[in-house]
């Protein structure tokens, strides 16, 4: 237990967090970031008194600081960090610290106000990985219902962050990167979308101004959360500067009765002297859950853009055997399988095989897939419903709505109410018998649109909330009953990418859009949060769908390299020599698949956007992969060097081109150093670096480098 106001150091992973108890009436947090070793406590309490600042005037008599829960009690004037009322009273409140529990990396607070009758809980923890984590959990101890309007985790920032960085986008485009300054005001990021959205930021960071991958101290949050969710950065003109991850709560959404509770998301930290270094914190962290996958990532192939809607059961068994051949260990058969599902405008509810299509069942399917030595797994979206469909006729009610009326469809569909407990029973039994029935190994589950006036049909009443914790159960129950199945979280792509879905799923579809040089953005900021083996990516045909882009296959399968590789394409129009080329990248993959998925992704800080440079260096550095591409033609001709970031500075590796070719490019010589071995240790190719060779515009080689 924490005696006194001794300041309280908690430290692990490389991360130190510094909590003042000086600050009434709740504690303060005086330093989030870079380990400060071991302190001893007269240190402690003269770096809290080292923060607290000086009376001005105009401002008022005791300066207010960024506590836990920042209240307009204790004279903040920012935004406050618990916002609610009792029918429009007790809407200030002054939670006043009871009790303090702490070891060497978590710690406890327990606060209290008897007047407006609510306790809150406020639990921290630093990591193994150097992560800091806030959950709040708030109880209303009197007799009259309490309306949560928000409660919000705030993390302190160092008065060195000047610049902001956040992402948005749409479908085919997720996680588009910009940049703002750090100015007075707040910048307020909300998803109220009932997931998080394509435009959804997956962080909101806060560096020192041009802080790259590869250096430049930053830190950010995330909110672990798949519903709506906010995220907020606020400086104000006191100097105060802070970072906010919470839940975005709908209006009468969390009404507390006596003694029930509401607790927020996990509102989770990391920093780093780069996005490398802070991205690294949350994929060790990660790697590091019992429950990560650890065998390796199968090769997965996809039907969808090889056959859409058209199940014609010879072309799939042929597709089948195609994929098998190229090395693919998991077959999943996407939409149209269903009872109904002819098009996107019907079916979605009926979860029984559609006879019609296939009289026999998905096992003679089944048989064939496993007996290629494939896995297989099975497109569904649960969620989801069409007003074509049995559920929807015989339960109505079962449908999110706001009125009377149903919302605005969005792909001819609308959104099942999971916390109904019918609704949820059913869902779990169709999927329970299908997963019994079939020998299914991996569920790709999918989330189609984003939700409207998502409220009870039985008692008006948002349910947002509550239909992402039913979410959770049931993604939980089934893998209880079905130890070993694995399941990816689809939504139109990359729209619900966050650490709540990832403690129940075991990868994400980063994009719908399989456009290699849009997937390089997409997969560089997706990267911040999901480590490479969680991360879908597919190499796809040389015409993108959903682009009309040429690509060569070459970049479409090295962009694709550094995530849970797979294929997205119709082999069945390959001929020899083209299954024979997919097969040469499948096999790549497989052969370095190990580092890939254990490695960390490094990104270099290119000159440009002209040409991009990542790669995966192994836990113990004594080997590497690296993509250079070039994304547009340049301004320089040749285009100059590039380096090579995340090695170990003091080893010599030898460093070869092991994929693409060079004699297809606008060179007109050959390239030295690609012609013959060459040996640079870590801190060469890192500063001094390589010449870039001569490509054309979406050209892509790949580097292999080992120990020398």
Not at 146 to 158: G, I
Request: proline letters at 6%; hydrophobic letters at 40%.
């Amino acid at each position: 237990m924490q005696r006194g106001t001794d300041p309280i150091h908690l430290r692990n992973g490389g991360t130190s967090v510094v909590l003042s108890l000086d600050h009434a009436p709740l504690p303060a947090i005086v330093h989030w970031g870079p380990d400060l070793g071991e302190v001893g406590a007269d240190e402690l309490a003269a770096m809290a008194l080292a923060a607290i600042p000086q009376r001005v005037s105009g401002g008022i008599d005791v300066p207010a600081a960024l506590t836990l829960i920042p209240q307009e009690s204790s004279g903040w004037l920012g935004t406050p960090g618990l916002a609610g009322h009792r029918d429009g009273r007790d809407f200030s409140t002054r939670l006043a610290t009871v009790d303090v529990q702490t070891d060497a990396a978590t710690a406890t607070i327990t606060a209290r106000d008897d007047a407006a009758g609510l306790e809150a809980t406020i639990e921290l923890e630093v990591t193994a990985s150097g992560l800091f984590r806030q959950r709040i959990t708030l109880r209303n101890l009197a007799d009259a219902p309490y309306s949560v309007v928000a409660l919000t985790p705030f993390f302190p920032m160092p008065a060195t962050a000047d610049q902001l960085l956040d992402t948005t986008g749409r479908h085919l485009r997720e996680r588009s990167p910009q940049r703002h300054e750090f100015t007075i005001g707040t910048h307020l990021r909300e998803s109220r979308r009932g997931r998080p959205g394509a435009d959804a930021s997956l962080v909101i960071a806060a560096g020192r101004r041009g802080f790259g991958f590869e250096r430049g101290m930053v830190h950010a949050v995330h909110t672990a959360w798949s519903g709506n969710h906010r995220l907020l950065a606020e400086r104000l003109p006191t100097g105060e500067s802070s970072l906010g991850a919470g839940e975005l709560l709908a209006p009468g959404e969390v009404v507390l009765e006596q003694d029930e509770s509401y607790a927020t998301p996990w509102a989770i930290g990391s920093w780093g002297d780069g996005l490398t270094e802070l991205s690294s914190r949350f994929h060790r962290e990660l790697r590091a859950r019992p429950q990560h996958p650890r065998r390796p990532r199968p090769v997965t192939l996809n039907t969808w853009e090889a056959v859409y809607f058209d199940h014609d059961r010879e072309k799939i068994d042929e597709l089948a055997r195609r994929a098998a051949s190229v090395g693919v260990e998991r077959f999943v058969l996407d939409d149209g399988w269903f009872l109904g599902r002819r098009d996107d405008t019907a079916g979605l509810g009926d979860w029984w095989v559609d006879e019609t299509v296939w009289p026999d069942g998905l096992g003679p399917l089944i048989e064939t897939v496993t007996s290629l030595g494939m896995e297989f797994g099975l497109w569904v979206e649960p969620e989801m419903v069409n007003l074509d469909s049995e559920l929807a006729r015989n339960h109505p009610d079962w449908i999110l709505r706001g009125r009377d009326d149903l919302p605005v469809p969005a792909r001819q569909q609308y959104v099942v109410d999971l916390a109904n407990p019918d609704a949820w029973q059913y869902l779990l039994a169709r999927l329970d018998a299908l997963l019994a029935e079939y020998d299914i190994a991996y569920l790709k589950w999918d989330h189609n649109r984003d939700l409207l006036e998502a409220g009870s049909a039985h008692t008006g009443r948002a349910r947002v909330h509550e239909n992402v914790q039913a979410l959770y159960r049931l993604l939980a129950e089934l893998k209880r009953r079905h130890p070993g199945l694995e399941i990816e979280s689809c939504a139109s792509g990359g729209a619900r990418v966050d650490l709540g879905i990832l403690e129940h799923t075991d990868r994400i579809w980063t994009s719908d859009t399989l456009d290699p040089i849009e997937r390089l953005q997409i997969q560089r900021y997706t990267g911040i949060l999901v480590p490479t083996e969680m991360m879908g990516a597919h190499l796809t045909s040389p015409e993108v769908h959903t682009t009309g882009r040429t690509v060569q296959l070459d970049t479409s399968a090295g962009v694709a390299l550094f995530g849970h590789f797979g294929v997205e394409w119709d082999l069945t129009t390959l001929d020899d020599a083209g299954l024979a080329r997919v097969r040469e990248w499948v096999d790549l993959h497989k052969r370095h698949r190990a580092l890939i998925h254990t490695g960390t992704l490094v990104h270099g800080d290119t000159r440009d956007d002209t040409t991009d440079v990542r790669g995966v260096v192994a836990g113990d550095a004594a080997s590497a992969l690296f993509t250079f591409t070039q994304v547009t033609t340049s301004v320089t001709h040749p285009p100059g060097r590039f380096t090579l970031p995340g090695l170990d500075p003091d080893r010599r590796y030898a460093v070869r081109i092991a994929a693409g070719r060079l004699d297809h490019g606008p060179g007109q010589s050959t390239l030295p150093w690609a012609e013959q071995p060459i040996v640079l240790t870590g801190r060469q190719l890192g500063t001094a670096g390589l010449q870039a060779p001569v490509l054309f515009p979406g050209q892509l080689v790949l580097l292999e480098l080992t120990t020398a």
